[in-house]
């Protein structure tokens, strides 16, 4: 098996997310096409909602990267019960 990288992956959702491959133009709302809300929803959209080949969340892979024991459980327990919303204002 061939362990592919977040950053690999998380490329691939980007076309996913924006629809880079989709024809036409995008056109954004007023206020929503800047270059940091559209990082940070995707973001939020990737790490939160995006499954890994394994079933898996980003935000999880991520934890156990950096955690161990306790608050790796914690870790995981606060990712599963996250919810992704998008929110316009």
Partial sequence: M????????????????????EPGEIKYLEGTGDEVGQERRFMGWFAL?????AGSLPAVRAAAEFL???ELLDAITAVWATRYVLAIE
């Fill in 2 to 21: 061939t362990d592919i990288s977040l950053t690999d992956i998380r490329s691939k959702a980007r076309n996913e997310f924006f629809g880079y491959d």
């Fill in 49 to 53: 909602t995006y499954r890994l080949s």
């Fill in 68 to 70: 161990k024991g306790d």
